[in-house]
């Protein structure tokens, strides 16, 4: 296919390039067809979830300048769905004059946590109290003013596939040490619960907020999402609004900002993690917003006008099918949908592994208990085949009502 | 890529091959994205509407036995964005064991209107009256009993792109036949307006009705279209759903099937047209109802059980966006989406040519005359550079309200 041919022959549509091909280049994928333009997505090999869906698909390395900057050729702006690609090759783009959102500065603040953490105390955004830390004497000082357990964290990466480690005494932190890794020493916060904002801003400085949801979790997973968040007053709510807002014109973030809090039992949030991409705490914008968090991603890296974030139903929940030991999800669809006429399911063509996120599934409704009954009845089915509803980890407001 | 290869690791995903990549399969490869199928189209050409988002396009002639069957052989399931398949291919694919929705035998009725019209007939369904005519003295003769104008239709496809011409006297008809086509005479009725129903119907049996919508026309070609059809009582809408059900079980169609009808001054309903595919008509499913017509279509022939076709808001008005003179759709979004944060507007990616449509604007909201403004100016703009509002054709309901 002669791409720049038919280009011309539809006037100008515009080339998003998104670095990755995972679920969420995927379903960025589909919001890209209704706005008309092109999307083309960097995958590390063919096959991989966005790969499966997207029409351009280019295979490299995303660690590799000139795969990059190969990539980045064709594409009138480059944009991400993770997070991993390292600065001098963000810096590479940048410097040969492409148009890179988020930009390589805002990004470095979600790939080094020390920064972000640093950057935020000098903005008086509200977070856990920090420090970096070089050896167990550091770790012994910060926890006589924390106690323990202190929390340890990579400043970047981390090893065995983990960046987080709740240590609950000096031997487990020493333990953590030895990997001689640069960590910071976290406080460790009796959190009631997990709330998250999401939103978005573009070049021309306009921003838009969704609606605060909580993010319900297992074993450091977020496998539900409560939209909106139960039991947060509208005044709690649109501060949290603008405090994602004012966080993505202070780090000067283009796309999508999602900033994970901790809510404490007094109600203050502290800011958790950042992520600069569409997330999971979104995926219920696809049907439950007027504007997904998709296309929202794509008009803001675009300076397109941003798109209404309100919701399409009093209540959405999505949550995350896992996967269990049975390679067939699309055998167990039938059952789902016979069983819930106005469940919507995505699923993203992901080999199944246990534990992995392989797809999810969305309700909408007025009543949070059976909207989320379904939801996570859903999700649990396809993840097990089982009837049975999930274990709901159990949450400050969400797993009472 | 190894289309097999991703196949097998990534657990069952059927194939569904789309015949035709005009916007229709473009639409319908963003539904398969979330219902994590594989989606294949096959295209005139490379570049079309769809071939320009599909990960999976093939490029071959419909008409040609040996590409359909070298199209369909990986396909689980094929189905169409298009009537014009002729019926010895459909059934040379139907012979070759291949799973075709809708049936070659169901694709029969849209492709002979005289076939049509006189199952109709038996079935006892209203329409026009209607007589097959070879020779002028038929067609005066029709007309002693209807008056002039006497309306000739082609029985099959036409010509100067045309199939239906109303002939105010002997000589307009004596024009048409000198074509040498099979015609048919149809009782010229002079409507109120038009309405539409779509439904679904799986192989298992399972239908689904979309609220009944008017479809506001413009020079014979679909313009506007209001969701819910406005002034229609419940127990008219019910009615009219129950006669699509129970056409699309008569006809054994298996997939969507749009029923055109004429709503005369007594409020008797006529059916004009049928359409066995996703239609001009439920383009407003994609944002205003619960499931898309794209995704109902791929559920039906996939034999998933049927999603709600409930509205996610009281109103929805879908405008299309018919091709003006500047080519540059895109540039004129930004103006489009600045105005009205709550628009979604569709561009199907084909080359702009005066009338043609290129894109749909869809508008959801409580008051009929706002959301109507709303979708008309939008698409009206994008076509025109316009602020003007488009001219809105007169109805008998809708264009009063």
Redesign the interface.
Known sequence: ??HQ??LE??????VVGMVGAGQLA??T??A????????RVLAGA??ESA?????D?VVGDYRSDGDLLAFAAGCDVITFDHEHVPQPQLRALEQAGRVVWPSAAALGFTQDKLAMRERLTELGVPCPRFEPVTSLADVAAFAEHTGWPVVLKAVSGGYDGRGVWVCGDSAAAAEVLSHRLPVLAEEYVPFERELAILVARSPSGHG?AYPVVESVQRDGICVQVLAPAPGVSAEAAVQAQRLGLELARDLDVIGLLAVELFETRNGELLVNELAMRPHNTGHWT??GA??SQFEQHL?AVLN?????P?M??PVAVMANVLGGTD?????K??HV??AD????????????RPGRKV?HVTA?GSDLPTVRDRAVRAANYLATGSEEPAAQPATALGGRQ
Do not use: C, H, W
């Open positions: 296919m002669n041919q038919t022959s539809s006037g100008r549509q515009p995927r379903m994928a589909a890209a067809i209704g706005l008309g333009i092109r999307f063919p096959g790969a499966q869906v997207a029409a698909t838009a696809i049907e007027r504007t008009r397109l006008p941003l798109g209404s309100a399409v139903a390679p067939d999800l699309y055998g669809l039938n949908l016979a006429t106005g469940l919507k399911v995505q699923l993203y063509g992901k080999p199944v797809g909408l």
